[in-house]
């Protein structure tokens, strides 16, 4: 998730490098692979930019100074189109003169297109990246407007996806331009000076005073003011608000812990992670696999590897593709394949899942599993990481940096991204689901609102956490893809708030689980949709009665509307309806709200659990 610096002030003294390079510093939480900095200096633009940490843009500019202006802009960039080099690093020149610089957070959909239609009239690329495209695009618009913002309006209506666009002109050297679709940009209201950043961590060591933003709105900065307008032309006001939050807190978007800002980012986490993956006619195109379709429609069966949370998204995963292509699936732990003398061949597709991309299990089942001939694909969140190195190709999750230990939005994007693999493996092989992919797709793009929705309903979930913060055991009950969303429950429970949980398959209470059960026992139950296959949700809506009889304090996560579960819950947490194998993006969230906020009632580090890494890079 890159991190965006924008700055117009009076002071030519230096301020405006000073200004950028902190909140540039700032925004490192967020995560990055290559930094850059462009200020307007007489009728140049002046650009450094260097991949790897902040630290190596810092020495390129003690090399080769800066010279003195009053605007500028700075970014920090998540690779996405190209990888992590200095040719790929923001910001990027538009046009021949070199007199516009751009950069860009997010993804733009239709770049392909567009490069090629700008190939077409002459344009040279010096980058692999999505944002140049935006670059040289507006750098036309501006010929033929000869104004920033009236040019920075042309060429948005141009663009599909998801971006937040900051640039500047040599002919304007007091104006900075932004826009934003489906991308954060907040404005920070100076003296003199003004500001833009992804977040006001951007800016918080200078004004607390900030503007917010809406949807498809461009925005002009100057030393003496902020211009608003829709991308329509028709002029606009952005909400005006004080930030009463320090920088540390800042980083963590106003957010008590980092694990609280991730859980209520997971909407852009999936809604990230789906952009880009489908044509214009709805159809999903993977060109980032680089796999041809032979290789994949020869494919017979399918092992996901992965750990802890990875491994329960595999278990997800492993549901939804089963029915959508009619390709066994078998999910083992990393740590386990190699010493099970797997069954895998040329025919196999391993999907490794991970995070970091550097879990060590991991990356040991991956080579072992390309030794045996398996084509190998990873779902991994960060760009340049060892596992997607080491595989045939990968799928990347566009989550953002995850801060805390304990996963959450990596998790539901992980989920996002295997059944984007799954839908594709459906639309490759044809047959009864090949035309429910585009169907499905559309249902998972409307998850990201649902989720947003269920979020601002956690306050009961809330109150009942600080309510059992002296509870000393937990059960967690699920079937179906309900029954890896109960195992990860209880994780979550475990990694931050050091009780004992359990998660079980529902229909295995009866076969021994049920002993466990005494008065007051606090029970998850995650309960199907009335509408799932199977008759699946009168039988858990029985596991319910059977542990209600038996004294169990009935905590139940349910499809809103659901009416045959309020008789034997002592509680009821109403999830949005959604179809049903879609069902764990929702209903996890109140999981991962209740195991944050038991833990900090218990007045523990929610972020930093004990004896845990983030990355587990040794077997």
């Not at 680089?290 to 020869?298: C, H, K, L, V, W």
């Not at 029915?323 to 386990?336: C, D, F, G, K, Q």
């Amino acid at each position: 998730m890159c991190g965006i610096v924008g700055y117009v002030g009076r002071n030519s003294d230096g301020t405006a490098q000073a200004v950028i390079m902190e909140g540039l510093a700032r925004l490192e939480y967020r995560g990055y692979d290559s930094a850059g900095v462009a200020l307007v200096s007489g009728e140049h633009v002046e650009i450094r930019k260097k991949s790897g940490k902040l630290s190596n843009l810092r020495s390129e500019i003690e090399s080769d100074p800066l010279p003195p202006s009053t605007a500028g802009i700075g970014h920090t960039r998540w690779a996405t189109h190209g990888g992590p080099t200095d040719a790929n690093a923001h910001p990027h020149r538009g046009g021949a003169d070199g007199k516009l610089a751009l950069i860009h957070n997010g993804i733009i959909e239709n770049f392909h297109a567009l490069r090629t239609e700008l190939g077409a009239g002459g344009v040279t690329f010096t980058s692999e990246t999505d944002t140049e495209v935006a670059a040289h695009l507006l750098a036309a618009a501006y010929e033929d407007h000869g104004d920033l913002t009236e040019a920075m309006r042309a060429v948005v209506v141009r663009l599909e996806g998801a971006y937040t666009l900051l640039a500047i002109h040599a002919d304007h050297p007091d104006v900075v331009v932004g826009a934003r679709r489906n991308s954060p940009l907040v404005v920070g209201l100076g003296e003199e000076a003004n500001y833009l950043g992804s977040d006001v961590a951007a800016f918080i060591g200078y004004t607390r005073q900030a503007l917010e933003l809406a949807q498809d709105q461009i925005v002009t900065i100057t030393a003496e003011g902020v211009t608003v307008i829709n991308v329509d032309g028709s002029p606009a006001q952005g909400r005006a608000y004080e930030v009463t939050w320090d920088a540390a807190a800042a980083e963590k978007g106003g957010y008590q812990t980092f694990m609280e800002k991730e859980i209520n980012d997971q909407p852009h986490a999936v809604r990230d992670t789906l952009l880009g993956r489908t044509d214009a006619d709805g159809r999903l195109v993977l060109d980032e696999l680089r796999i041809s379709e032979a290789s994949f429609t020869g494919i017979d069966r399918i092992t996901i590897v992965a750990c802890g949370t990875a491994a329960y998204a595999g278990m997800v995963a492993k549901y939804a593709i089963e029915h959508w292509t009619r390709i066994p699936v078998e999910v083992a732990l990393a740590h386990e394949f190699r010493y099970c003398d797997p069954i895998v061949n040329e025919r196999t597709l391993v999907l490794s899942i991970s995070q970091s991309g550097e879990t060590m299990d991991t990356l040991m089942a991956v080579k072992h599993a390309r030794d045996l001939g398996a084509l190998t694909i990873s779902v991994c969140n960060t760009h340049g990481s060892t596992i997607p190195r080491e595989s045939d190709a990968v799928l990347y999750t566009h989550a953002g940096p995850e801060i805390a230990v304990a996963s959450t939005k990596a998790f539901v994007a992980q989920i996002t991204a295997c059944y984007i693999l799954g839908l594709y493996l459906a639309q490759l092989r044809g047959g009864s689901f090949a035309d429910d992919a585009q169907s499905v797709m559309k249902d998972l793009g409307e998850v990201p609102a649902k989720i947003e929705t269920l979020l601002g309903r956690m306050d009961r979930v809330k109150e009942i956490a600080g309510f059992m913060a002296d509870t000393r055991a937990v059960l967690f009950l699920g079937r179906h893809v309900g029954y890896p969303i109960a195992l990860e429950g209880a994780l979550k429970l475990k990694e931050l708030a050091y009780i004992h949980a359990e998660g079980f398959a529902a229909g295995e209470l009866k076969h021994g689980p049920i002993a466990l059960i005494e008065p007051g026992q606090p029970v998850f139950v995650i309960v199907p949709s009335p509408t799932s296959e199977h008759g699946l949700h009168g039988k858990v809506v029985s596991n319910i009665q059977e542990i209600r009889a038996r004294g169990a304090r009935t905590l139940v996560i349910a499809e809103e509307g659901d009416e045959a579960v309020a008789p034997f819950a002592d509680e009821v947490i109403e999830v949005p309806a959604t179809a049903p194998l879609l069902a764990p993006l929702l209903t996890v969230v109140p999981l991962q709200v209740f195991a944050l906020w038991l833990s900090t009632a218990k007045g523990l580090d929610v972020d930093q659990p004990r004896n845990l890494a983030k990355s587990v890079t040794v077997e």
